[in-house]
């Protein structure tokens, strides 16, 4: 997977055309407006943690950076 930034609005309607293909492939009756505002809302509670899964794997992915010591100057007297 491609480590770029992913805005939650754009992981909320993948999620949620996702979850209306399901529901066209197990021949299921259209959902009426009730169905789709619960489709909506748990779409947007998975995409929240989808992007904080996102944001944990990509800080981790992350070279660490490591501390450089000043290195010891000769005191000259």
């Known amino acids: 997977m491609d480590k770029k930034k992913v805005s939650k609005k754009a992981l909320r309607n993948l999620l949620k055309d996702s ?16 169905v789709k505002k619960i489709i909506s809302r748990t779409a947007k ?10 944001k944990k794997e990509f800080k981790r992915s992350k070279p660490k950076k490591t501390k450089v010591e000043p290195s ?6």
């Open 19 to 34: 979850v209306k293909q399901s529901i066209i492939s197990l021949e299921l009756p259209e959902p009426n407006k009730k």
């Open 45 to 54: 509670k998975m995409a929240n943690e989808f992007s904080l899964l996102l």
């Open 72 to 77: 010891q100057v000769a005191q000259v007297a």
